[in-house]
């Protein structure tokens, strides 16, 4: 028998079909709607994180096109006591910030989430140290830390306890402590509130079980609260860790990096390598140095985040 031709599909019933896989394809469809927060995401992180880093191989300086040096940045940074300062204060200011943001945090968030008078006036007022602007706050500490017209220096010697004014930002000690109990008091909220958040998902029934078979406060707060905030806590450390790490401006409006470098953190050398003295490469390469120390505090909260498969309905690994 001789083959028989087929009719050929008409375009439009092609596009159309087309058209109906895309509709019902939940994947394809997802896609698409991300295209946008992808194309945002390269144009605005991706691309300046590149340029950086390739800025950070070359000699570039403002007003002049740099060449490619390999290195030769890093090799200038590891032999440069101040960047390894700037290290060490990064690496200090970091621990103690988030460790004393998140111990007060969580305390604030079980205080917030008991019944007690005025809670939601209590819990608005815990928000007004992130909300004001940072550059304010620092303003405010810096004026609260001077010299000459502090007012804690100014009450403590009205009570009789000391003799003359104390330097806050001009000694390296003072100076270390006070940005860190700025940044404490501007990062507290952050993570009072996301932990009260997760508080108010814990169902009362569980600690009214627990509480009947006998257990303690603190047994409820170790095996009920502590278990399922786990996911939360990692996250918000996480977020609290990366913002303090690349913290610039509180302590570039409070100390500069001072006095004698003992606030340096990263951030801040870089902006002083780069803009104000010029050397893009050299600064570029600093801010390329923080990015391991970035990607490990990811990790740390990824795995910590793996590990409590068990609220998903799986064992634990």
């Not at 890093?74 to 621990?95: A, G, H, K, P, R």
């Not at 390296?172 to 009260?196: D, H, K, S």
Request: proline residues 4%; charged residues 10%.
């Amino acid at each position: 028998m001789a083959d028989v031709a087929l009719p050929r599909a008409k375009p439009q019933m092609i596009e159309d079909s087309a058209w109906t896989r895309l509709k019902h394809n939940r994947n394809w469809l997802g896609f698409w709607f991300m295209v946008p927060a992808m194309a945002f995401l390269i144009f605005f992180l991706a691309y300046p994180l590149g340029l950086g880093i390739w800025l950070s191989f070359t000699d570039t300086r403002i007003g002049r096109v740099g060449h490619f040096v390999a290195t030769e940045n890093y090799e200038w940074l590891w032999d440069d006591s101040i960047f390894w300062l700037s290290v060490f204060n990064t690496l200090l200011y970091t621990f103690v910030a988030s460790a004393l943001k998140f111990a007060i945090g969580l305390y604030l968030a079980l205080l917030l989430n008991e019944n007690m008078p005025f809670k939601a006036m209590l819990r608005a007022m815990v928000l007004i140290p992130f909300i004001v602007p940072t550059v304010l706050s620092a303003l405010a500490f810096w004026w609260i830390f001077d010299s000459q017209f502090s007012i804690i220096s100014w009450s403590l010697k009205h009570l009789g306890l000391i003799n003359q004014n104390i330097n806050f930002l001009g000694d390296t000690t003072w100076a270390r402590i006070c940005v860190i109990f700025a940044n404490i008091w501007r990062g507290v909220p952050f993570v009072a509130i996301t932990l009260l958040a997760g508080l108010q998902t814990v169902s009362p029934s569980l600690y009214e079980a627990a509480t009947l078979d006998g257990a303690s406060r603190w047994q409820n707060f170790r095996f009920i609260t502590y278990p399922l905030l786990t996911p939360i806590i990692a996250v918000v450390m996480t977020f609290s860790v990366l913002f303090t790490f690349t913290d610039f401006q509180l302590i570039w409006a409070m100390t500069r990096g001072g006095p004698v470098n003992a606030t340096h953190l990263m951030a801040t050398l870089s902006y002083q390598r780069a803009i104000i003295a010029g050397q893009l490469g050299e600064g570029a390469a600093i801010s390329s140095a923080m990015i391991p120390f970035l990607l490990a505090a990811i990790m740390v909260s990824w795995f910590g985040l793996q590990r409590r498969k068990w609220q998903q309905g799986e064992n634990n690994d």
